[in-house]
C-alpha cells in the first residue's frame, strides 16, 4: 500500500514562493510517474505538473509554466513543487499523486494513489 504525505503549505503574499513536498512509503514510488494536482474552491481538480519516474521529462499546465518546477529524488520518496511568483489565483489544496504510468501523467484519472492535500492561500 502507498500512502502519500503532502507539505509545505500555507498562507503568503502574491510574488512569493512555496515548496511543496510530499513524501511516499511503499517501495513503488521510483517505478511510476508523479503528479501535483490542485483544487481551487468551487472548481475541479486539475493538473498543475507532471514527472516521470526517473525524473527525465515534465509538463506543466500553461497556467503555471514558467512558475512552478516539479522534481523528485527517488532515493527520499519525494515529490517537490518549487512555487515563484505566486498569484491569487493559484489559491487551493494541492494535492500529490501517484500514477500506474511510467510517462508523464496529462490526466487526473492517470492518479492511482493519493495524498491528504495541503491549503495554499496567496493573499493579494
Known amino acids: 500500500q502507498v500512502q502519500l504525505v503532502e507539505s509545505g503549505g500555507g498562507l503568503v503574499q502574491a510574488g512569493d514562493s512555496l515548496r511543496l513536498s510530499c513524501a511516499a512509503s511503499?517501495?513503488?514510488?521510483?517505478?511510476?510517474?508523479m503528479g501535483w494536482f490542485r483544487q481551487p474552491p468551487g472548481k475541479e481538480r486539475e493538473l498543475v505538473a507532471s514527472i516521470s519516474r526517473i525524473g527525465s521529462s515534465t509538463s506543466y499546465s500553461n497556467s503555471v509554466k514558467g512558475r512552478f518546477t516539479i522534481s523528485r529524488d527517488n532515493a527520499k520518496n519525494t515529490v517537490y513543487l518549487q512555487m515563484n511568483s505566486l498569484k491569487p489565483e493559484d489559491t487551493a489544496v494541492y494535492y500529490c499523486?501517484?500514477?500506474?504510468?511510467?510517462?508523464?501523467?496529462?490526466?487526473?484519472?492517470?492518479?492511482?494513489?493519493w495524498g491528504q492535500g495541503t491549503q495554499v492561500t496567496v493573499s493579494s
Open positions: 499523486a501517484l500514477s500506474t504510468i511510467f510517462s508523464i501523467m496529462t490526466r487526473v484519472d492517470e492518479a492511482k494513489y
Open positions: 511503499g517501495r513503488t514510488f521510483g517505478s511510476y510517474a
